[in-house]
């Protein structure tokens, strides 16, 4: 009887408590500029760059070129795609511009 009134209580208790929601997503910021240092001034591969351009909340990041000084990504920010252009020796972004 007591293993009966137990389990009513526990059931009791759970139906009682509100549903865990999750908290509300808020946006992510994009903070990236022609300057800005992704690696702290180390040098950088190219797996390495399309990587820290993901960490930093852009989306959809597509290596373009990685041969010579710069590696060139094609990024999605928002609604709009952009080409960036990341030096291969300090991992600073050289190049920051809207593509159609």
Avoid: W
Avoid at 40 to 47: E, F
């Amino acid at each position: 009887m007591r293993k009966l009134h137990t389990l009513v209580f526990g059931l009791a208790i759970t139906l009682a408590m509100p549903a865990v929601i999750p908290a509300p997503a808020h946006a992510v910021t994009v903070d990236i500029m022609v300057g800005s240092s992704l690696n702290r001034g180390r040098a950088i591969t190219c797996v390495q760059g399309q990587r820290l351009l993901q960490n930093r909340g852009l989306r959809d990041v597509r290596r373009i070129d990685c041969r010579g000084r710069f590696f060139i990504y094609h990024v999605r920010r928002g609604g709009s795609r952009f080409e960036v252009a990341l030096s291969a020796r300090t991992g600073r972004v050289v190049d920051f511009r809207r593509i159609r």
